[in-house]
């Protein structure tokens, strides 16, 4: 296991972090925008404001389809990343008994 490995799934996780970040945020603002539109403004269909609230509701729709599979990605990085860093917990624990058996044989053996 070298540190290579380790650094690609870490970068991975980072990079499906920001992005989940990135669209949880476009959402939180496009809700945000819908939370400030006042229905009063227009009593008539297909006004501006009216189009306008129709884009900002299907971009935060958008959005949240677009959240589900980021947070899949992100968590399945995180996985990989906990089976990587396992992996090298185990081999250092490894490697760590055989160092001791070593010494033990080398002691033994004077």
């Known amino acids: 296991m070298n540190h290579h490995e380790i650094l690609l799934a870490a970068l991975?996780?980072?990079?499906?972090y920001e992005n989940r970040r990135a669209i949880g945020a476009e959402k939180r603002r496009h809700e945000k925008a819908l939370k400030a539109y006042d229905p009063a403004v227009s009593c008539a269909f297909f006004t501006?404001?009216?189009?306008e609230y129709s884009r900002i509701r299907s971009a935060a729709?958008?959005?949240g389809d677009r959240l589900t599979p980021a947070r899949r990605k992100e968590l399945a990085a995180m996985r990989a990343l906990a089976k990587v860093c396992a992996r090298v917990r185990n081999q250092q624990m490894v490697e760590d008994v055989a160092e001791t058996i070593n010494v033990d044989v080398k002691l033994l053996t004077r």
Do not use: K, L
């Open 12 to 16: 991975r996780w980072s990079a499906a």
């Open 48 to 51: 501006p404001a009216e189009r």
């Open 61 to 63: 729709y958008d959005a």
